[in-house]
């Protein structure tokens, strides 16, 4: 994989979570007890989150200065300063946020 595609996985899951708001704003609002209709918020929060992390590693390449030709892999992000495993495998918003910021402190969230 190449930091680009993480750019690209946001994109594909906002446009998931546009046609899922677009589903969810059909149910009337007697139906929001509704099962189907709790499975589709939760998946819709669910990838909002992915959103979130895809865009925070696509940003954290780019300000690293991370070639847009390179697979990402533990030895080549080590060449750009990077810890894959502590600073990139992760799914936690806040360590990826403080890493970036650590990256570019003046950074708009």
Same mark, same amino acid.
């Given at each position: 994989?190449? *930091?680009?595609? +993480? &750019?690209?996985?946001?994109?594909? !899951? ?12 059909? +149910? ?10 709790? !499975?589709?918020?939760?998946? &819709? +929060?669910?990838?909002?989150? +992915?959103?979130?992390?895809?865009? &925070? ?8 200065? *991370? ?26 918003? !806040? ?15």
């Amino acid at each position: 994989m190449k *930091y680009p595609e +993480y &750019l690209s996985s946001a994109r594909r !899951h906002k446009q998931a979570c546009r046609v899922l708001k677009e589903k969810l704003d059909t +149910y009337a609002e007697e139906r929001e007890n509704d099962e189907n209709y709790k !499975h589709l918020v939760i998946s &819709l +929060y669910y990838l909002s989150g +992915y959103i979130i992390e895809c865009s &925070l590693k696509f940003k954290i390449f780019e300000v690293c200065g *991370y070639s847009t030709e390179v697979e990402i892999d533990e030895d080549e992000c080590k060449n750009f300063g990077i810890n894959y495993r502590k600073k990139i495998r992760v799914h936690c918003f !806040h360590k990826l946020q403080n890493f970036l910021d650590s990256k570019v402190p003046d950074i708009s969230h």
